[in-house]
């Protein structure tokens, strides 16, 4: 039996856009350390990339948006409970979430990743898979993609993607599948050196990873959804968007503009 997710909301010091008479917001992220996309400093202060898109994408929309953060599977529970007003975590766009939320337009797209010991030349199919032990963070949607095409891998669920690479360090886990920017950064990491290495991206399936990364919105918040849409289509135009991912990545994290 599984319990459900507590909320644990906290609001931050950090004001995303601190505009004079803008609408105040309130936008979820996860708890758990997803660098280089948001970590918490020693006081709890939200840093990364996505939140500093966010920041932009909030000035451009005029709203006053304020970080309330929860753990991640709690992110939709919070927003359909009307605790927070939209999630800014790294959320894929998918036709399964699209049963409970609404999206904006997508602001990001990588591929999803296979980690694994040195040497172990694990091809990244079901094939490849067969027979071994596969972790993957809960509710994500890497763990959508291996129920759905792993079906002879045993799988771990994990409540962050940390404690997943932790037991790939540690030998218990045979691979881990996760966004690649995250299975580098591992890979990158002295633990990942010496233990590690990429196995290769999965097979794109839209169907469970989705369309990319959007804002979640409640379902009837449309106003809202055209708010974001417009202003992430503005920092897209006006070089804000470039000017801010230079700072983290030396590629195009939004991928291909057709998907």
Known sequence: ????????????????????????????????????????????????????????????????????????????????????????????????????????????QTPASLAAAQGAALEPTPEGLAGKTLGVQSASIHQAYAQAHFPAATLREYQTQDEANQDLFAGRLDATLADRLIVEQFLDSRQGQLC????????????????????????????????????IAEVRADGTYDAITERYFDFDIYGDADS
């Open 1 to 108: 039996m599984k319990m459900k997710p507590v909320l644990t909301a906290t609001l931050t010091t950090l004001c995303l856009a601190p505009l004079a008479q803008a609408e105040q917001i309130r936008v979820g992220f996860a708890t758990e350390p997803y660098p280089p996309f948001a970590t918490p400093d020693a006081s709890g202060e939200l840093h990364g990339w996505e939140v500093d898109i966010t920041r932009a994408i909030c000035e451009a929309a005029e709203l006053d948006c304020r970080i309330v953060t929860t753990s991640w599977d709690g992110l939709i529970p919070a927003l359909t409970g009307d605790k927070i007003d939209f999630i800014a975590a790294s959320l894929s766009i998918t036709d399964k979430r699209r049963e409970t939320i609404a999206f904006s337009d997508k602001y990001y």
């Open 196 to 231: 590690c290495e990429m196995q290769g991206n999965v097979a794109h399936d839209p169907g469970t990873l989705g369309e990319g990364i959007g804002f979640g919105i409640r379902q009837d918040d449309d106003a809202l959804r055209e708010r974001l849409n417009a202003a």
